[in-house]
């Protein structure tokens, strides 16, 4: 990493936008990719000289709402949004979690809790903890949400994956409903002040905008729980899963388990899995 690589991935952003992309004409006698400093400026409603700044990296201290306008008119996706607000916090000195007196959320896995998992294979089952942390999960697991990317990087974390990646909304047919289930889990399991609860909801607020802030902005009570939870997976087809949760001793983590609510998803788990045919049976068969 260079020491302005905040400055560097606004300059790369800004250089593959096409200028048709944001509604500008594209002249052609155009020497700079993409759009112009003074186009980008225009766009954002900052000074030209403030966006070269940044770009030059004399300016490393860029408030939220700089950002998001910046991110807004670069038509970012939700995941460069999560990137572009961690260089900000890097190019200014800070960290990506700046814990206070709060308890870090659980990340130990017990034994008897790993037993737990194992004894429930085959079915799809995870283990999370408060903020929504993958902590382990069984292998069925892996092979019905691997594919759709809520396992891919080093801390996968399901409430991020819904509001902060793009896949999710092809994975999550119903993903409004899904994305009020998880909105609501991150305000009911964490108390107020929780400075790691509140680091990850600034995340997602810059990342996903009001369809975030609103549901968090709501009262804080579970919604309905809908009885299946539609996946559309790209090997299997739609699956239809009913949900158990399991809340663990400590109050910290919870258990959730997968069971295929209908015969044609039973049989999907099966050839996903690579158990005998029948071995998964439906709930309601």
């Not at 690589?5 to 944001?22: M, N």
């Not at 000195?93 to 004894?119: F, I, W």
């Not at 793009?166 to 047919?173: G, H, L, V």
């Not at 069971?259 to 049989?267: G, M, W």
Request: some cysteine; overall charge neutral; glycine content about 8%.
């Amino acid at each position: 990493m260079t020491d302005n690589e905040l400055g560097a991935y606004l300059r790369a952003r800004r250089e593959s936008v096409k200028p048709a992309d944001v509604g500008l004409p594209d002249a052609p006698r155009r020497r700079t990719p993409g759009l112009r400093r003074a186009e980008l400026a225009t766009l954002a409603g900052v000074s030209v000289e403030y966006l070269t700044r940044l770009e030059q990296g004399r300016d490393r201290n860029p408030s939220a709402q700089v950002l998001a306008t910046l991110a807004g008119a670069l038509r970012m996706t939700p995941e460069e949004r999560v990137h572009l607000r961690l260089l900000a916090k890097v190019a200014g000195g800070g960290h990506a979690l700046c814990p206070g007196p709060a308890r870090a959320p659980s990340r130990e896995v017990r034994p008897t809790v790993r037993a737990l998992l194992d004894g429930l294979d085959p079915a799809p089952a995870v283990l999370l903890n408060r903020i929504g942390d993958v902590l382990a999960r069984t292998a069925a697991f892996q092979r019905v949400y691997g594919p759709v990317g809520l396992l891919d990087g080093d801390d996968p974390n399901l409430i991020r994956y819904v509001f902060a990646d793009s896949r999710a909304r092809i994975a999550f047919p119903d993903w409004s409903r899904v994305a009020d289930e998880q909105a609501a889990a991150l305000k009911l399991d964490n108390a107020p002040g929780d400075d790691y609860a509140a680091e990850l909801t600034a995340e997602l607020a810059f990342a996903a905008g009001e369809e975030f802030t609103s549901r968090m902005a709501a009262p804080a009570a579970p919604p309905p729980a809908a009885p299946v939870e539609r996946l559309a997976h790209p090997e299997a087809g739609e699956l239809r899963l009913a949900r158990e949760q399991l809340h663990l001793s400590d109050g910290e983590q919870r258990i959730v388990v997968y069971v295929a609510a209908d015969a044609a998803t039973a049989a999907a788990l099966d050839h996903l899995t690579g158990r005998r045919p029948g071995a998964l049976r439906a709930v309601n068969g």
